[in-house]
């Protein structure tokens, strides 16, 4: 349930600060973006982020040399805390350095507005290039309940760097990364690119020589160049690679033929369900639901894909997310624990939006107008 409400919170505080840039600052808001944040990494991020932890017991229960069981437990959680940042920074900066492992990191990187909705953009295989760097902590003998907590403030305070509303944190500054910091990291110009690693303590960048000052007459401009440009999820995750190993598969540019322009309001609920739908799947996946899991695992993949090609424009999407959450809702209302109201909420949730999208369909295809 911690992992749910810690979840729910990320959502929430994008909501807020999504409200607060349209309603009292009057700024535009890059819809498609941050749609694209949200169902960039999702479930799949999700399941290999288990996969790291399930390896992470693996590696402490076999090959531990047990080195802190003298010590109090409050110092075990101390020094996880600090060991955890400094392997995370050398974790970031190596990302950074090589090629396959800036094919994972790079996803992140791609967002051009710094939001709180990057912060939740990842690549699908970030655990999996991540937990390596981690190893160490296991085999000094951090239990893993440490380890997953310590992972989990550490990575909501990550959350928080990303926000669009803090300028400055005052002596905040000295001693910890702030969204100040981590904005100059998003940097593409110099002399932004490739400085302030650090996650939690920007002490380290200032150890290793890669700290570099938010200057004021110096504006940070984000995002990675020669990407796709698109709101697949399959494309933002994989177009990394083809790059790196020169595979024409992925356009550079999308095609102009047969777009739709379908109505923020219906891409950004229907992305808020998707990510509502992946809380139900942990909050179940902690319950051991194993066919619900299964049910719920699909009905997020599979409508992440949809929404992404809507997002884009295609007229196939549209297909896809009616077949995918017709089907997984009838599927999951005979599979899940008809107790839970607010579960039961979120289906009816689900329902109007998909007879939303069948109306919106119907206008589709008796005559909406293509995007020039």
């Given at each position: 349930?911690?992992l749910?409400?810690?979840?729910s919170?990320?959502l929430v505080f994008v909501i807020i600060?999504?409200?607060?840039?349209?309603?009292?600052?009057?700024?535009t808001?890059?819809?498609?973006?941050?749609?694209t944040n949200l169902n960039?990494g999702?479930i799949l991020?999700?399941?290999?982020?288990g996969?790291?932890?399930?390896a992470?017991y693996t590696?402490?229960?076999?090959f531990?040399?047990?080195l802190?069981?003298?010590?109090?437990?409050?110092?075990?959680?101390?020094?996880?805390?600090?060991l955890?940042?400094?392997?995370?920074?050398?974790?970031h900066?190596l990302?950074?350095?090589?090629?396959?492992?800036?094919?994972?990191?790079s996803?992140?990187h791609?967002?051009?507005h710094?939001?709180l909705?990057?912060?939740?953009r990842?690549?699908w295989?970030?655990?999996?290039?991540?937990?390596?760097?981690?190893?160490?902590m296991?085999?000094?003998?951090?239990?893993?309940?440490v380890f997953v907590?310590?992972?989990?403030i550490?990575y909501?305070?990550?959350f928080y760097n990303?926000?669009?509303?803090i300028k400055?944190?005052?002596?905040?500054e000295y001693?910890m990364?702030?969204?100040?910091?981590?904005?100059?990291?998003h940097g593409?110009?110099?002399p932004?690119?490739?400085?302030?690693?650090?996650g939690?303590?920007?002490?380290?960048?200032?150890?290793?020589?890669t700290f570099?000052?938010e200057?004021?007459?110096?504006l940070?401009?984000?995002?990675?160049?020669n990407v796709p440009?698109s709101n697949?999820p399959?494309i933002?995750n994989n177009?990394?690679f083809?790059r790196?190993y020169?595979l024409?598969i992925?356009s550079m540019?999308?095609k102009?033929?047969?777009l739709f322009?379908?109505?923020?309001?219906?891409?950004v609920?229907?992305?808020l369900?998707?990510?509502i739908l992946?809380?139900f799947y942990?909050?179940f996946?902690?319950?051991h639901?194993?066919?619900?899991?299964?049910?719920l695992f699909f009905?997020?993949?599979?409508?992440t894909?949809?929404?992404g090609?809507?997002t884009?424009g295609n007229?196939?999407?549209l297909?896809?997310w009616?077949?995918?959450f017709?089907?997984?809702c009838?599927?999951?209302?005979?599979?899940?624990?008809p107790?839970?109201?607010l579960?039961?909420t979120?289906?009816l949730?689900?329902?109007?939006q998909?007879v939303?999208?069948i109306?919106?369909?119907v206008?589709t295809?008796?005559?909406?107008?293509?995007s020039?």
């Amino acid at each position: 349930m911690e992992l749910v409400i810690g979840n729910s919170l990320l959502l929430v505080f994008v909501i807020i600060e999504i409200m607060i840039l349209y309603f009292y600052k009057k700024e535009t808001i890059p819809w498609k973006e941050i749609i694209t944040n949200l169902n960039s990494g999702h479930i799949l991020l999700w399941v290999f982020r288990g996969l790291e932890v399930a390896a992470y017991y693996t590696t402490y229960k076999f090959f531990s040399l047990d080195l802190l069981q003298s010590l109090p437990y409050w110092a075990i959680w101390l020094l996880a805390f600090v060991l955890w940042d400094f392997c995370f920074y050398w974790l970031h900066r190596l990302h950074h350095k090589y090629s396959l492992l800036w094919g994972v990191h790079s996803v992140h990187h791609e967002g051009e507005h710094f939001s709180l909705s990057l912060g939740i953009r990842n690549s699908w295989y970030s655990s999996l290039t991540s937990f390596p760097f981690f190893l160490v902590m296991a085999v000094i003998g951090f239990p893993v309940d440490v380890f997953v907590a310590v992972a989990s403030i550490h990575y909501f305070i990550q959350f928080y760097n990303h926000n669009h509303l803090i300028k400055k944190s005052g002596w905040l500054e000295y001693f910890m990364v702030t969204p100040a910091h981590h904005r100059v990291h998003h940097g593409k110009n110099d002399p932004y690119r490739d400085k302030n690693f650090s996650g939690t303590f920007i002490i380290w960048d200032k150890l290793f020589n890669t700290f570099q000052e938010e200057l004021e007459n110096e504006l940070v401009v984000c995002g990675v160049d020669n990407v796709p440009k698109s709101n697949n999820p399959i494309i933002v995750n994989n177009a990394p690679f083809a790059r790196l190993y020169k595979l024409k598969i992925f356009s550079m540019n999308s095609k102009k033929e047969n777009l739709f322009v379908y109505p923020n309001w219906i891409l950004v609920s229907s992305s808020l369900l998707l990510f509502i739908l992946l809380l139900f799947y942990i909050y179940f996946e902690n319950q051991h639901h194993n066919t619900l899991s299964l049910i719920l695992f699909f009905v997020v993949f599979i409508g992440t894909i949809g929404n992404g090609l809507m997002t884009d424009g295609n007229q196939i999407g549209l297909y896809i997310w009616l077949i995918n959450f017709t089907v997984g809702c009838i599927l999951i209302f005979f599979q899940y624990n008809p107790n839970i109201l607010l579960f039961d909420t979120v289906i009816l949730a689900c329902i109007v939006q998909t007879v939303l999208i069948i109306v919106f369909s119907v206008k589709t295809l008796t005559g909406l107008k293509k995007s020039p």
